[in-house]
């Protein structure tokens, strides 16, 4: 797979479908139990695969770019605010 199709693949924490699952069951009035029969996030990440998403631990790329911008805006407004200099590399 080149970086092109790479970079634009989705992307998606296992973890974040098993939390899902687990509330919505227990939204439902279940009692789900996490490790009594092994490690969720295999099944978990076998999920998103089955949907063309790619499993990933660094979780849905969207999601992090916009967090990184959403720091980036931040720390320029602190920044303007406090006439803190620019970083020299």
């Known amino acids: 797979m080149d ?11 296992p973890w ?3 939390n899902l699952v ?4 227990a939204d439902e009035g279940l009692h789900p139990v996490l490790g009594e029969t ?8 076998a999920l998103l695969a089955a949907f063309g998403i790619a499993p990933s631990a ?3 790329r969207k999601v ?3 967090v990184s ?4 805006r931040l720390r320029d407004a602190y920044e303007a605010e406090h006439h803190v200099p620019p970083v020299s590399g």
Do not use: C, K, M, W
């Open 16 to 18: 974040s479908i098993v």
């Open 64 to 66: 992090t770019r916009r």
């Open 69 to 72: 911008d959403e720091l980036a």
């Open 58 to 60: 660094d979780g849905n």
């Open 38 to 45: 092994g490690d969720p996030g295999g099944p978990a990440a």
């Open 3 to 13: 970086s092109s199709t790479d970079a634009a693949q989705e992307t998606y924490n």
């Open 22 to 25: 687990f509330r919505h069951l």
